[in-house]
């Protein structure tokens, strides 16, 4: 037994004699599919929250910050945005001059002591659509502020705004978390997707920050503004079912201004990590895309070598995330492979000695057995899969799909013990409602001209080998399937060590309940047998339906 293996199983058991509580580890795995079906005595989705609800309304005057949001730019430097001034929606709209006000951030380790201060760059965007009876829009002033020197696991006092007016913003203040090192991970990091703004999305941030994350992941699907005419009026869980006249996808982009003030209570305190998902896209005049999530987000790019923010990294104490982009180009050859090439060299200069975890986000998953979005980014995986295989990603958290499911370690549809575990988290509260149908259920399987990429090519396949064999669709629940249940809710990881993780699923009906996670397992390395520095690893399959 390998020094890290015997120190991850007397921590296990160690862990075990404590808790008194047995929590499986993926050492187990693989496991059977589990599958806890939607209870009917709860409803499948709810309204939005409205625009008058005190926390989407604005409570500042125009000169003052909200919306104030953090990020992780590096391990010594954090970013801080936020909005000032007054979005305009109309007919017509004058774009407001972002020069008018400063970007200005002070910060320092005592209350109403800021020892350092920054300045940075501000921005606004328009949502324009040329046709007869649409409302434009044009936002307030976004500001971006970059704050560095900080020193880790410190807390920090920090306000923003302009100095000069004066106008700046109550105190806040935050934690850093841990340099990279193979023993220092972030205390909880969160995990949620398909967010939205309804009273299922309430609840979920309520118990989110009850749980007192260090770090959030979001990914993709944040506000669903695009479910909205762009006059307004009520949210709808089908845009094309209920305006099949409308000239193009709406958008009211109001609700952005209200999801950032309904956010800025945790997001002000804990960095908030984004990707973009398929909810972001927002077309409008000129072919134009993704212009509130491009302009709304600060996030590390350039600082981790990407030339779009639709795809960048970062590192949060011993564990490396890497964030990709469904809904641009993926692919490994010709003219547009920036991403792969990207993420190529990305990979290969991570340094498992001091990050020891790889984890991977993205939209839309690769591995799902719902009906809903059923092998809709298959040509993503194909692209992408064999070179986050080879460099041993442990985890993979994605969205889109509205319901909870957790994988066994996979890889090209082969249960292998050095594939990742996938983890599906799409079900944050949004107005779409949760997903029930499971495409191995009789008349659920999907054709094979559904669930098309808005972006993208389609790659459906029938599979080659296992039980399902020459389908299109499974005939029970797949095998790579571990456990799959119909909730809205948040994920919780900690990291413990360089092997050992807990993943931990809460249900939003639990949140009354202490220590009640839907599903909880550890999730363990094995960097003996699954080294990506070999080129050629000890690989493990498994069939659980052989024997």
């Known amino acids: 037994m390998t020094q890290p293996t015997l120190f991850s199983f007397i921590f296990f058991l160690t862990n075990l004699l404590v808790s008194g509580k047995h929590i499986p580890t993926t050492l187990q795995g693989p496991f059977h599919p589990i599958t806890i079906h939607f209870d009917p005595s709860l409803r499948r989705g709810s309204d939005d929250i409205p625009m008058d609800d005190p926390r989407l309304k604005k409570n500042v005057t125009s000169p003052f910050p909200e919306q104030i949001a953090l990020a992780l730019s590096t391990p010594t430097s954090m970013w801080v945005s936020w909005v000032t001034g007054d979005a305009q929606i109309g007919p017509n709209v004058t774009a407001l001059d972002p020069t008018s006000v400063a970007s200005e951030v002070w910060y320092g380790k005592e209350s109403g002591k800021y020892s350092s201060k920054k300045r940075g760059n501000a921005t606004v965007y328009s949502q324009l659509y040329p046709f007869e009876g649409l409302f434009n829009y044009t936002s307030a002033i976004i500001h971006h502020v970059r704050i560095d020197g900080l020193e880790p696991e410190t807390k920090y006092y920090y306000r923003c705004g302009d100095s000069s007016l004066p106008a ?7 934690e850093t978390l841990p340099l990279p090192a193979q023993n220092s991970y972030p205390r909880r990091i969160a995990v949620i997707g398909d967010l939205g703004l309804t009273r299922n999305s309430s609840t979920t941030i309520d118990h989110l920050s009850k749980n007192d994350p260090s770090l959030i992941l979001m990914v993709g699907d944040l506000t669903y503004a695009n479910q909205y005419l762009t006059t307004g009026g009520k949210g709808v869980p089908c845009f094309s079912c209920a305006f099949p006249d409308a000239p193009i996808r709406e958008t009211y982009q109001p609700r952005w201004d209200g999801w950032g003030r309904f956010m800025e209570p945790l997001v002000s305190r804990v960095p908030m990590m984004v990707i973009e998902g398929n909810h972001e896209i927002e077309p409008q005049a000129a072919g134009i895309t993704f212009k509130s999530y491009l302009t709304r987000f600060a996030v590390p790019a350039k600082e981790s070598g990407s030339n779009s923010n639709f795809y960048y990294s970062f590192d949060a104490g011993g564990v490396h995330f890497i964030m990709l982009g469904a809904y641009v180009d993926y692919n490994s050859t010709g003219e547009n492979g920036a991403q792969y090439a990207w993420l190529k060299e990305d990979l290969r200069k991570v340094d498992r000695t001091v990050t020891p975890w790889l984890v991977a986000a ?30 041993g990603v442990d985890i993979v958290f994605s969205g889109h799909v509205h319901a909870y499911e957790r994988m066994n370690r996979v890889y090209n549809y082969t249960l292998d013990a050095c594939g990742p575990i996938y983890i599906t988290v799409g079900d944050g509260g949004n107005i779409e409602k949760v997903d029930v149908d499971h495409a191995d259920e009789p008349g659920k399987c999907p054709s094979q001209g559904d669930n098309m990429p808005e972006i993208g090519g389609v790659c459906h396949l029938n599979f080659s080998s ?74 493990s399959h498994f069939n659980i339906y052989s024997h």
């Open 168 to 174: 700046m913003s109550e105190e806040h203040v935050f």
């Open 362 to 391: 993205w939209h839309p998953p690769w591995y799902n057995s719902y009906s809903s979005h059923y092998q809709e980014f298959e040509c993503m995986r194909q692209e992408m899969e064999q070179l986050l295989y080879h460099y």
């Open 466 to 539: 296992g039980p399902a064999k020459g389908n299109f669709c499974w005939d029970r629940q797949p095998e790579w399937s571990a456990y799959r249940e119909s909730s809205f809710g948040h994920g919780i990881l900690e990291v413990l060590n360089p092997t050992y993780a807990l993943w931990s699923w809460h249900r939003n009906q639990d949140t009354n309940k202490e220590d009640s996670p839907g599903d909880q397992i550890y999730i363990v390395r094995q960097p003996d047998i699954c080294s990506p520095s070999t080129s050629l690893k000890v690989i």
